[in-house]
Structure formats: C-alpha cells, structure tokens
C-alpha cells in the first residue's frame, strides 16, 4: 500500500528554537497535504491543509506565522515550528491525499518535546 | 460547516461479539468518507475508503456502508479480536468555498478484551 514517511519521529528541543518536520508520500503524488496535531487522549486537530505550490491553508486559531507549511512538490510538504515553545509539545501527524482515488494516508507522527 | 459525530466514544467488548461503530455528518455533498485506526501514540492507518458514489466497501472482518443522504456511515466489524482494541476514526471529505476540506469525528475507544 502507499506509505508517508515523516520525519523525524521523536525530536526535543531547547525553547525558542525552530523545529522543521518532513512529510513524504513515497510511491504517490500527493495534491494535497494535511497537517494535525493532537494532545494526549485527545482527537486529531486539523492545523492546516497545503496544495502543492500555494500556500497553505490554516485553521482557525492557527498561527501561520508559528506554523510554517511548505509544499514544495507533489510529494513533500514541511511543517517548521517556529520560535518553539513548551505548549507547542505535542504530537503532530501528516497526511497525504492520493491524487486519483483522493484515499488520505498518514505517516506515522513526529513527537516534539519543548523543554 | 462539516461536523462528524462518531458513537459511541468508548465501548467494551469480549472477544468473537460482532460489533457497529457509527458515523453521522451533518453536510451531505462529500467527496468520500474514510474510516482509519489509531493505537495509541502511532499515526493512523486507513482501514476502508468510501467514495461518495458507493454504497459499502468490505476488507476482511470489516465492512464499512455509506448513506450519503441521510449522513451516516458503520463500520462493522466481524468476530472482533483483542488486536482490534484501538481507536477508530471517520473522515469526511468535502468541498467548503472551493477548497477541499476534511474533517475528522472524536473517535471511538475500542477495547476487546480475551
């Protein structure tokens, strides 16, 4: 089946550097990817959404400013948490829609650590 | 604006009882409806993918149907197993303003116990 690679899985980091997360579809183009995060025992919060080559879509109540998206190609899109600080520890999830069939596919999540 | 309700949150099963999980949403002009499982601090892994022009869509144990018009869709999940304790998502995906937007219910918390 279609695999995201994120990366990297598990990162800390000191508080008030930046953090870049990769999202990858392997053996598909992705149009369209989404980025999440999620507390614990908690659902997954939609950040943003990314067409390759525009710009990002953000939720509301979502810092774009804090909350890079890059969507350089049809198969990476970025997620760099700018200026991090500890309420920004949390789980973050990507996923990628397949281009014909519109199936989303989800990499397997980045846990960031703020100290 | 989509809202996705899922029920129960949490159920409790032994092993072997087959079981519904159920889906509602409120707009009904979606692109497709997904259903995903989540085990605890992993990403999701998409289960079954139902296009809007479908009716159900069978893997295995699970069979997943679909009534766009009355905006509900189960899972149903045959002789269950202790390995399918996990968390179980639905996802709509629709259009809001030209943009494709995807929204995700809480979860149901399956527990199967041997």
């Known amino acids: 089946g279609a695999v995201v690679s994120q990366h990297p899985s598990w990162v800390i980091c000191k508080s008030g550097t930046s953090v870049k997360i990769e999202c990858r579809s392997l053996?598909?183009?992705?149009?369209?990817m989404f980025w999440y995060r999620q507390f614990p025992k908690q659902s997954l919060m939609l950040m943003a959404t990314?067409?390759?080559?525009?710009?990002?879509?953000?939720e509301q109540g979502v810092e774009k400013d804090k909350f890079l998206i890059n969507h350089a190609s049809l198969t990476l899109s970025t997620l760099t948490v700018t200026s991090a600080h500890p309420e920004d520890s949390s789980f973050y999830i990507c996923?990628?829609?397949?281009?014909?069939?519109?199936?989303?596919?989800f990499g397997e999540g980045s846990r960031l650590t703020v100290l | 604006k989509q809202e996705v309700t899922q029920i129960p949150a949490a159920l409790s099963v032994p092993e072997g009882e087959n079981l519904v999980l159920n889906c509602s949403f409120t707009?009904?002009?979606?692109?497709?409806l997904q259903w995903f499982r989540q085990d605890p601090g992993k990403g999701l892994t998409s289960l079954l993918l139902?296009?809007?022009?479908?009716r159900e869509q069978t893997s295995g144990r699970l069979n997943a149907s679909l009534d766009k018009s009355s905006g509900r869709s189960t899972l149903y999940i045959a002789a269950s197993q202790p390995g399918d304790s996990a968390t179980y998502l639905c996802?709509?995906?629709?259009?809001?303003?030209?943009?494709?937007?995807?929204?995700f219910g809480k979860g149901t918390m399956l527990l199967v116990s041997p």
């Open positions: 053996d598909f183009q992705a149009t369209t």
């Open positions: 707009d009904s002009a979606i692109y497709n």
């Open positions: 996802a709509v995906s629709s259009s809001l303003g030209g943009y494709s937007t995807l929204t």
């Open positions: 139902i296009q809007s022009s479908q």
């Open positions: 996923s990628a829609r397949r281009a014909n069939t519109g199936e989303l596919f």
């Open positions: 990314s067409n390759e080559g525009s710009k990002a879509t953000y």
